[in-house]
């Protein structure tokens, strides 16, 4: 099968790899459409990474995938099922056995997918399902402020879900204004851009002085954790989503975190006993019309043009929020 | 002011009432729309009650109210405001008034928007308390919830479970026309109680994972006994409607016990700020996000006011929400 993978930083080579062989309780993944998302770009695609990480798995580093099943070895899924896989971890080598970027993935993390529509818009279930699990961690929404610090991919889908179930206020923050832009259209009742205003003063006057009760980082900027505890109510929540490269130092404000007696719940839906679930949530949303992730498609990129891709994403390009890429034709 | 008043079982009486004294952090509301409430009709109007109950203070049984304030002794609300009242309560003396009255006086007060018909918005009340009740559940996200009873209580606990995107929403009823304005206030399945094994249905219909949540709001003394054997293990039952105090509850302690389910009784009306849920309930509907105004069947005038209660006792005329004109 054809492959991209990552065989240095900021380098995806072309490569023609064998096709996966799949283990029992695995489907075969014929991939149709898949997307980029932060981790592959700031954990995988740009640092220098140890020289054991390279090259990756192939079709690595990609995640979030879709397409149809051609074999299966599960009795649960049958083959012509559309579906979404999530990649089995490979910790011996620090990342996933395969990925979305090659014609054919293995995988028991399998969470089928409606006969309509079309796959590219499927496929946003997958990160705008990982935030649905995190924003579990709120609770009840109606009597709740919620301040949403990164308004990427991730961030807007935390803006759609918080203002879908009815969140009192959905302040979104972003230093980027096109992302501004967007919070407001997935339902943001506020938007902050810290690089005019002051985050503390904004929040107070927009809340006449009631402050924010969840604060959700999605900035992933090493002193977002920080922000977020100056930001929350004392005995506040802040939801952690986004990760911080390995090689960034965080230094934690500890004193001012005892003080506010702040709640920080780290949340990763990918390390859950049952990363699928709430993924099938979403993609059942979707299909009852409650939300629409596919909507934050900015970008359609055909296979050849794939690293370019990854740069554009990178450097945050061309008002890119999510792309999503043609791995075989549906 | 011309008033209505319970004089008995089933019989309320128009009569002209002194216009009611408005006290320290008060404010004189305008009455102009007011509605039904099951807890008006099974706890007031139907049974036969101590001799000392009657006659009711004028306006009462009626507690979900919307009008104009027409005088302020509360510094927070200006005369002209379009606002809910829940009527204040004194242990000795009962409720300070009720809806159907030209006139009342309370301190328990919910501003409106200056648009739109405050028929539509004095349905935020009873919505109101349910998304108190709701939150009990904490996020609706990963729970399947069934529904026991679709009234507009039931109705409106479906359409917040359904807007907060539910795992699942299952709407129970006797009543096929209440099932229907279940779909569609967002279930995503209903079972007839009348023509299907409950417990049976919800297997089906949730591929055996079973109810995480039911809420009780069938009116009904076995409501919470079929919560408990409907409920999954370890689930949560939240309860809304208000069995009447002579009736007797015969409770599963033992079916309960097993089943390690939590009960959680709510009466938004008896917590510290009542008025809390029915203003994020308003400033939801301003959001367009839910429209409990879809619950309303019926209008009438303020001449039909013992029809609208006769009818709702009966539900007759598939009634599920009677709203009534006071002062147009």
């Given at each position: 099968?054809k ?10 080579d ?19 459409h ?24 192939h079709?690595s ?5 879709a ?6 070895r ?7 099922t ?10 011996s ?17 399998v969470i ?5 529509g ?21 609770g ?36 980027i204004d ?11 009742t ?12 904004a ?32 005995r ?39 990363p699928?679930?709430?993924i099938?949530?979403?993609?059942d ?14 970008h359609r ?6 690293p ?23 | ?6 004089t008995?079982?089933?019989k309320?009486?128009?009569i ?22 099951g ?18 203070v ?14 302020s ?19 000795d ?8 009255a030209?006139y009342?006086?309370s301190?328990?007060i919910?501003a ?38 679709q ?6 606990f479906?359409m ?9 929403v299952?709407?129970?009823d ?18 007839n109680?009348?023509n299907?094994n409950?417990?049976?249905a919800?297997?089906?219909?949730t ?9 009780d ?8 006994n ?45 917590s ?23 619950l309303?069947t ?8 013992p029809?609208?209660?006769e009818?709702?006792?009966?539900r ?13």
């Amino acid at each position: 099968m054809k492959a991209y993978q990552l065989t240095g930083p900021r380098r995806l080579d072309l490569v023609q790899a064998d096709d996966p062989t799949p283990e029992d309780g695995e489907v075969v993944l014929k991939v149709q459409h898949s997307s980029i998302c932060g981790s592959d770009v700031h954990l995988n695609y740009e640092p220098t990474l140890p020289e054991e990480r390279y090259p990756m798995f192939h079709g690595s580093p990609c995640h979030e995938i879709a397409g149809t099943i051609v074999e299966s070895r599960n009795p649960r899924f049958e083959v012509g099922t559309r579906a979404i896989v999530l990649p089995e971890s490979a910790v011996s080598a620090g990342g996933h056995r395969g990925g979305g970027l090659a014609d054919y993935i293995a995988s028991s993390k399998v969470i089928p997918l409606p006969d309509y529509g079309s796959t590219a818009d499927w496929v946003m279930c997958q990160p705008a399902g990982t935030a649905l699990y995190s924003a579990r961690r709120w609770g009840s929404t109606d009597d709740k402020r919620i301040a949403i610090m990164g308004q990427g991919a991730i961030g807007l889908s935390f803006t759609n879900i918080a203002a879908n179930q009815g969140a009192q206020q959905v302040i979104a923050i972003d230093l980027i204004d096109y992302r501004l832009d967007a919070a407001n259209k997935f339902g943001a009742t506020d938007t902050i851009n810290p690089d005019r205003d002051n985050v503390i003063e904004a929040i107070e006057e927009m809340t006449n002085g009631e402050g924010v009760d969840v604060v959700v980082d999605a900035s992933a900027d090493p002193d977002g954790i920080n922000q977020a505890i100056q930001m929350v109510n004392p005995r506040g929540l802040i939801i952690g989503f986004s990760l911080v490269p390995i090689e960034d130092q965080v230094v934690l404000n500890h004193q001012a975190w005892m003080r506010k007696e702040v709640f920080i719940h780290p949340t990763s839906s990918g390390g859950d006993p049952n990363p699928t679930e709430s993924i099938a949530a979403m993609v059942d949303l979707r299909d009852r019309g409650w939300m629409d992730p596919a909507l934050f498609t900015t970008h359609r990129i055909a296979w050849e043009d794939i690293p370019d891709a990854y740069e554009m994403y990178s450097h945050r390009r061309d008002n890119v929020i999510k792309v999503v890429m043609e791995i075989n034709a549906e | 002011m011309k008033a209505v008043q319970l004089t008995g079982p089933r019989k309320l009486e128009y009569i002209e009432a002194p216009d009611p004294v408005v006290a320290d952090g008060q404010v004189l509301l305008k009455i102009e729309q007011t509605s039904v409430c099951g807890s008006d009709t099974h706890l007031s109007y139907e049974p036969t009650l101590p001799e000392e109950r009657y006659p009711s203070v004028p306006g009462a049984p009626c507690h979900e109210i919307a009008g104009t304030i027409v005088e302020s002794r509360n510094p927070d609300y200006q005369v002209g405001q379009r606002a809910i009242v829940l009527p204040d309560y004194n242990p000795d003396t009962g409720p300070s008034g009720g809806g159907l009255a030209e006139y009342i006086a309370s301190s328990r007060i919910i501003a409106l928007p200056d648009h739109g018909d405050l028929g539509d918005w004095v349905m935020c009340q009873p919505s109101g308390t349910v998304l108190y009740s709701a939150r009990q559940w904490g996020n609706a996200s990963d729970k399947r919830i069934a529904i026991l009873g679709q009234g507009a209580i039931g109705l409106s606990f479906t359409m917040i479970a359904a807007a907060q995107g539910a795992r699942q929403v299952i709407a129970i009823d006797l009543e096929d026309y209440r099932l229907e304005k279940a779909t569609e206030m967002g279930a995503t399945d209903t079972i007839n109680a009348d023509n299907e094994n409950v417990a049976e249905a919800i297997q089906e219909m949730t591929k055996g994972e079973g109810v995480d949540v039911v809420a009780d709001a069938s009116g009904d003394p076995e409501g919470l006994n079929q919560a408990v054997s409907l409920v999954n293990r370890f689930g949560l039952i939240v309860g809304f409607s208000l069995v009447s105090a002579t009736e007797p509850v015969v409770f599963n302690h033992q079916a309960w016990m097993r089943k390690a389910a939590r009960l959680a009784p709510t009466v938004s009306g008896a917590s510290p700020t009542p008025t809390e849920a029915i203003e994020k309930m308003v400033a939801l509907r301003e959001r367009g996000w839910a429209d409990p105004a879809k619950l309303i069947t019926h209008r009438v005038g303020w001449d039909g006011i013992p029809d609208a209660y006769e009818m709702y006792a009966n539900r007759s005329d598939k009634v599920i929400k009677v709203v009534m004109d006071i002062n147009a």
